[in-house]
């Protein structure tokens, strides 16, 4: 599911032209979770798919993606803004 959460994200931002907000990127957001919504049921809520585009914004890189960790994880990890830092969290949430 992460790496599902991560091309979300990224179809997201490709649809806004890459930019980093788009003008009309709330209506997109609001339109994308109404049709998702319908054709997938729950899950799809405008709050879910901002945080599927901030993990793209967050992760760029979709191969370093570690399947070790969950949605759940990485959620928090976005919220470490100091790059940095993350990574320090990414490596010691790393399975020996």
Not at 39 to 47: N, P
Not at 71 to 93: G, I, K, S
Request: net charge negative; hydrophobic share 35%; glycine share 8%.
């Amino acid at each position: 599911m992460v790496e599902a959460y991560w091309q979300i994200g990224k179809s997201i931002i490709e649809e806004q032209g890459g930019e980093d907000r788009a003008e009309y990127g709330t209506g997109l957001i609001k339109e994308l979770s109404a049709q998702m919504t319908k054709d997938f049921g729950k899950g799809c809520t405008v709050a879910n798919l901002k945080n599927m585009r901030q993990f793209y914004q967050t992760f760029p890189n979709g191969y370093a993606l570690r399947s070790e960790l969950s949605w759940t994880h990485y959620r928090l990890l976005m919220r470490v803004e100091n790059d940095t830092a993350r990574q320090f969290y990414l490596d010691e949430a790393e399975i020996k």
